[in-house]
């Protein structure tokens, strides 16, 4: 059970865990010691160093920015203003607390309001849905438009629009990047008359990107009902983040063993079967790696272009919390920050994992 239970954790990127199911059934204590030691008792040692960092820092801007406040006071009003400023400022009063880096208690008071936010949404949503049943059913019958919930969405409804935004998008780059890769990985002349486009479009910025499909969006839907906000998104995320496929697929066919080019000679195979049956599979480990990045570097800009094209979405989130500038503003975009970069190493792990399928080396990824 053990054994299966380690292979099973190297297989999703869990590898660290392995020395604690070996030291818990007596393996070799010593070694499984240092090593858990090592990789899992020190990275968590500055996890604690790097709280400890933060609440010292955002204690010093807070006392910072309270004498701050203070030193104003008794600049402007006099003796009696300063007092009642640092009065209030010391009972909590939220309409008068400093507003910077919030600590880890505040960052963790703001997650959970986030949470019971979303918890009062989705009621919300669940009333609406059971009061408009009837009538939504009478509009489908005579043809007409259901009505629709039009509430502010929540923050773990942007999380799961940005995730939907950042797979359409990853689809997009898988169709475009592949196909053309494997086509120009075939020829070296072609290879050499499209590797300019290559190097001039890969470092394009994702803004640039996002203005290009917004031309070409917005004129091809200027009389139609679609959401274009979703469809710029998750183009613009496709086009921009889709070159290292593009690469690495065109790279590993160029690269394909000789022997097995010969192979498919001897067997007379036709072109498509050659490529279905010796070149991509033996591409597939490059082609792998190039969608791992890919799909790092679509959660990556995803963020800059929701916030640009306005889609509902964490960029939006993250976007509106800084034009609201309200105390707890601050601590939300924070939160935010650690869930984009706790998905993003989900993602990057769910890559990894399907990599090993495909990878002839099983050696734990990183």
Same mark, same amino acid.
């Given at each position: 059970?053990?054994? /299966?239970?380690? /292979?099973?954790?190297?297989?999703?990127?869990?590898?660290? !865990?392995?020395?604690?199911?070996?030291?818990?059934?007596?393996?070799?204590?010593?070694?499984? %010691?240092?090593?858990?030691?090592?990789?899992?008792?020190?990275?968590?040692? &500055?996890?604690?160093l790097?709280? %400890?960092?933060?609440q010292?820092?955002s204690?010093?801007?807070?006392?910072?920015?309270?004498?701050?406040?203070?030193?104003?006071?008794?600049?402007?009003?006099?003796?009696?203003?300063?007092?009642?400023?640092?009065?209030?400022?010391?009972?909590?009063d939220?309409?008068?607390?400093?507003?910077?880096?919030?600590?880890?208690?505040?960052?963790n008071?703001?997650?959970?309001?986030?949470? +019971?936010d979303? /918890?009062?949404?989705?009621?919300?949503?669940?009333?609406?849905?059971?009061?408009?049943?009837?009538?939504? +059913?009478?509009?489908?019958?005579?043809?007409?438009? =259901?009505?629709?919930?039009?509430?502010r969405?929540?923050?773990?409804?942007?999380?799961?629009? @940005?995730?939907?935004?950042?797979?359409?998008?990853?689809?997009?780059?898988?169709?475009?990047?592949?196909?053309i890769?494997?086509?120009?990985?075939?020829?070296?002349?072609l290879? &050499? $008359? *499209?590797?300019?486009?290559?190097?001039?479009?890969k470092?394009? $910025?994702p803004?640039v990107?996002?203005?290009?499909?917004?031309?070409?969006?917005?004129?091809?839907?200027?009389?139609?009902?679609?959401? &274009?906000?979703?469809?710029?998104?998750?183009? @613009?995320?496709?086009?921009?983040?889709?070159?290292?496929?593009?690469?690495?697929?065109?790279?590993?066919?160029?690269?394909?063993?000789?022997? *097995?080019?010969?192979?498919?000679?001897?067997? +007379?195979?036709?072109?498509?079967?050659?490529? *279905?049956?010796?070149?991509? =599979?033996?591409?597939?480990?490059?082609? *792998?790696?190039?969608?791992?990045?890919?799909l @790092?570097?679509?959660?990556?800009? !995803?963020?800059?272009?929701?916030?640009?094209?306005?889609?509902?979405?964490?960029?939006?989130?993250?976007?509106?919390?800084?034009?609201?500038?309200?105390?707890d503003?601050?601590?939300?975009?924070?939160?935010?920050?650690?869930?984009? %970069?706790?998905?993003?190493?989900?993602?990057?792990?769910?890559?990894?994992?399907?990599?090993?399928?495909?990878?002839?080396?099983?050696?734990?990824?990183?």
């Amino acid at each position: 059970m053990s054994d /299966k239970l380690i /292979k099973i954790i190297r297989f999703i990127g869990l590898g660290f !865990l392995e020395p604690i199911i070996r030291l818990s059934r007596g393996e070799e204590p010593r070694k499984n %010691g240092i090593l858990i030691l090592k990789i899992i008792i020190a990275p968590l040692a &500055s996890v604690l160093l790097f709280i %400890g960092v933060w609440q010292t820092g955002s204690t010093a801007l807070f006392n910072k920015e309270a004498n701050y406040r203070i030193e104003k006071a008794l600049k402007d009003q006099g003796q009696k203003a300063a007092d009642e400023m640092k009065l209030c400022i010391d009972s909590g009063d939220i309409s008068c607390q400093p507003n910077t880096l919030p600590s880890p208690s505040q960052v963790n008071a703001s997650f959970k309001t986030l949470l +019971k936010d979303h /918890k009062a949404i989705s009621i919300d949503k669940k009333n609406f849905k059971e009061k408009t049943a009837a009538l939504n +059913k009478q509009r489908n019958a005579e043809g007409k438009d =259901p009505i629709v919930y039009t509430g502010r969405p929540s923050f773990v409804d942007q999380i799961k629009t @940005s995730i939907k935004t950042v797979f359409a998008g990853f689809l997009l780059a898988i169709l475009i990047a592949v196909p053309i890769g494997v086509i120009i990985g075939l020829s070296d002349t072609l290879r &050499s $008359s *499209f590797n300019w486009l290559i190097q001039i479009f890969k470092p394009v $910025s994702p803004v640039v990107w996002l203005l290009l499909v917004f031309m070409i969006v917005k004129t091809l839907t200027k009389d139609s009902d679609t959401d &274009s906000s979703f469809i710029i998104s998750f183009i @613009s995320v496709g086009l921009c983040s889709m070159w290292a496929t593009l690469v690495n697929t065109a790279m590993g066919v160029s690269t394909v063993d000789k022997d *097995f080019i010969n192979v498919a000679k001897v067997l +007379k195979l036709g072109p498509l079967q050659k490529v *279905f049956k010796v070149i991509l =599979p033996s591409s597939l480990p490059l082609i *792998f790696t190039g969608l791992r990045i890919t799909l @790092s570097v679509a959660w990556m800009v !995803l963020i800059a272009i929701e916030l640009l094209a306005q889609s509902p979405g964490l960029g939006s989130f993250v976007w509106e919390e800084f034009q609201n500038g309200a105390n707890d503003s601050n601590s939300k975009i924070i939160v935010a920050m650690f869930v984009i %970069g706790i998905i993003g190493f989900l993602l990057d792990r769910l890559m990894l994992a399907i990599q090993k399928f495909v990878s002839f080396n099983k050696n734990e990824g990183i």
